[in-house]
C-alpha cells in the first residue's frame, strides 16, 4: 500500500505542478487562451494565488516525505489538493463544462486517499 500511496502522490504532485505554474507565470489572457476558461472570473492576483497554492501543494507532497522533515506536511498538502479539487468542481460546474467534474473527482479522491493513508496506518516515521 506505501507504493501505491506513493505513486498517487507523484501523480498528484506532476498533475498540480504543471497548472501550478502557468498559472504563476503567465498572464490571465494566455491562460484563457490555452484553455483555462474557468479562471475568467479570477483577478490576476487570485490566479497567482491559486497557482502558488498548487505549486506549494505538489512540493508538499514530495519533499518532506523524501528529505524526512515534517512529513506531516505530506498529508497536509493532500488535504489542500482535496479542497483545491472541491472548489475547482464548483467552478466547472458553474460552467456547465460538466465533462471536467469527473477529472476533478478522481484527482479529489486520489488526495483523499494519500491523506488518509499517511495521516493513518502508513504514516511517513519522522
Known sequence: MNTVLWIAAWLLAAVMLAPGAMKLTKPKDELLAAGMGTLEPFTPTAIKLLGALEVAAAIGLI????????????????????LLMIGAMIAVARRR????IALNAVLMLMAAGVAWGRFGPYAIPS
Do not use: F
Request: proline share 12%; charged share 5%.
Open 97 to 100: 463544462e460538466h465533462h471536467m
Open 63 to 82: 519533499l518532506p516525505a523524501l528529505t524526512g522533515i515534517a512529513p506531516i506536511l505530506v498529508p497536509l498538502a493532500a488535504v489542500g489538493i482535496a
